[in-house]
């Protein structure tokens, strides 16, 4: 049997607050991931692609971008790993009190673009013929469409690496495969360390 050229789509905010925040396992090895959950003897990965924006600090975490930045360089020492960025849109919002007294003005982050850009890149790569099968990482229902004319339309295979507890039923119906990302393989997927780029040298930071 021959395996199958495999492209992952990660979407990294989706990843990060179904098991990554308030965790120690940040420092995570996506490559290494993807292995562990995917048999290389039936998958050659051929790309992997990660979907995120860049934070911006705040005053009550001042390193917050230093951190991610830092962590984006240690993915670019991957093979085959590509970053796509969206943006944060930041606004003041009003938002009602629970005792129904009032309200209060609060400043509401949104990510944009990244679901979009999946999407896109998917469907894209799906019709360039870059790919068998393409794994999502994300329990974002917002794409069920996409992976309906990547499976329907296109004929490709899809499989579905779930951040979340259970994998939304819009996704589902189109996958060949769902599996949850467990704590024990973040664990096991985790960056050392140090990591040397052309730069120098990565640490992880030491708040992760």
Not at 14 to 24: E, I, M, V
Not at 60 to 89: C, K, W
Not at 121 to 138: F, T
Request: hydrophobic share 35%.
């Amino acid at each position: 049997m021959s395996q199958l050229r495999t492209s992952v789509y990660i979407d990294g905010f989706n990843l990060y607050y179904g098991q990554l925040k308030g965790t120690s396992y940040k420092w995570l090895n996506l490559l290494d991931l993807c292995r562990s959950y995917l048999d290389e003897t039936k998958n050659n990965i051929v790309k992997i692609k990660y979907f995120t924006a860049r934070v911006k600090s705040r005053p009550n975490d001042p390193d917050q971008s230093v951190r991610q930045h830092a962590y984006l360089r240690a993915l670019q020492t991957l093979p085959d790993m590509e970053i796509i960025y969206g943006h944060f849109l930041s606004h003041i919002v009003s938002m009602p009190l629970a005792d129904g007294t009032g309200s209060v003005n609060v400043v509401k982050t949104e990510e944009k673009k990244s679901d979009v850009n999946i999407a896109v890149h998917m469907l894209n790569d799906a019709y360039r013929d870059v790919y068998d099968l393409a794994v999502l990482v994300s329990n974002d229902s917002d794409l069920s469409e996409p992976l309906r004319i990547v499976t329907q339309e296109i004929s490709k295979k899809v499989g579905i690496l779930n951040p979340h507890k259970k994998t939304s039923n819009e996704l589902a119906k189109y996958a060949i495969f769902q599996k949850k990302i467990r704590s024990g393989a973040l664990a096991a997927c985790q960056f050392p360390f140090e990591i040397n780029d052309q730069y120098g040298i990565i640490r992880k930071p030491a708040s992760w």
